[in-house]
């Protein structure tokens, strides 16, 4: 379907180059391993990710008394799934039970606005009351590109205008969750990465809001991270981590990217599960994600 479409490039850059490299070799020694572990980097699984998928790798040849260098294949294949089950926390995101908040973080550009429109319109057509709270402020384009998103999803929206103080809606936010009995309040976030420090002190100051607001409320901090930006991912991933206390991540626009690799990196590295993976711009180009159909569709 639509996740094995959109990971075709990821897939080549992977399947394709391990299927080359095993038909050069018979048997298993140690040239073919490095000639895996250079395949793995350059398809942005990470320096510290791939090594470990190797050591494993070779750990459970050894175990096994495997010779033959086709074998090696449903090894990696193996190891690649356990990578990706090996994190502390559920794959599912937290809203159950109601009510609930996700706030959504991550740098501008990354389809924060777009996730929290196909998020909007997948929970709403599961029955769910939704609201949408326009935190980041500090773009015009980002309330009036929420507002497109809840009209078409027909969802509620609380903004104020552009400048105003984002603590402020989320406050709002809350308080209008409350009073409509809505089952899932979404927020968006400012995303301006120039300042950490900054960066930090809003987002602790909303964070804060949220949980002496509604105790009682599910929690979600939802970091969005985009593909296709590769290794960057991670050191951003690496920055939200330590400003607020990440608990899923949605990896974006994996689809047309050769860099699909990045989950294990972004995973692995900062122990968050992926929860969450955009494959299109489309309103139903969001899926939950699920370890074995991931690896399934980048190693057939
Ligand atoms: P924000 O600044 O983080 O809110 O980012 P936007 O939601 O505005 O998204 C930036 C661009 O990325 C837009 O053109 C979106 O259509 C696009 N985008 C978002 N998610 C995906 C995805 O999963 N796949 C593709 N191909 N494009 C996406």
Not at 186 to 191: E, N
Request: with cysteine; charged share 30%; glycine share 8%.
């Amino acid at each position: 379907g639509r996740l094995k479409e959109g990971l075709e490039k990821t897939r080549k850059g992977i399947t394709d180059k391990v299927d080359d490299i095993i038909k050069h070799y018979h048997k298993i020694d140690e040239e073919l391993f490095e000639e895996l572990e250079e395949v793995l980097i350059m398809a942005d699984i990470g320096f510290e990710t791939t090594e470990t998928i190797i050591e494993n790798v070779k750990d459970k040849v050894k175990e096994r008394k495997l010779t033959e260098a086709t074998d090696v294949k449903d090894v990696l294949k193996e190891e690649l799934k356990e990578r990706l089950e090996d994190v502390e926390g559920d794959s599912k995101l937290n809203i159950e039970p109601s009510p609930s908040i996700i706030l959504v973080v991550g740098v501008n550009g990354v389809g924060k606005t777009t996730t929290i429109g196909k998020l909007a319109y997948k929970f709403k057509n599961n029955g769910k009351k939704v609201l949408i709270a326009a935190g980041d402020t500090f773009r015009a384009a980002a309330i009036e590109q929420l507002n497109e998103w809840t009209n078409r999803s027909n969802v509620d929206l609380i903004s104020h205008k552009e400048g105003s103080d984002p603590a402020a809606v989320i406050f709002d936010g809350v308080q209008a969750a409350k009073a409509r009995k809505t089952d899932i309040l979404i927020c968006d976030t400012a995303g301006r990465l120039h300042n950490k420090k900054n960066l930090m002190n809003e987002l602790n100051k909303i964070v804060r809001i949220v949980n002496r607001e509604y105790p009682d409320a599910t929690k979600e901090i939802l970091l969005v991270v985009d593909a296709t930006t590769g290794q960057n991912a991670v050191m951003q991933a690496k920055v939200f981590k330590e400003a607020c206390n990440v608990t899923g991540i949605a990896l974006t626009k994996l689809d047309g990217t050769a860099k699909g690799g990045v989950i294990f990196a972004v995973q692995s590295e900062l122990n968050v599960p992926i929860k969450l993976v955009g494959v299109g711009e489309g309103i139903n180009d969001l899926q939950e994600f699920d370890r074995d159909n991931f690896v399934n569709a980048i190693f057939p």
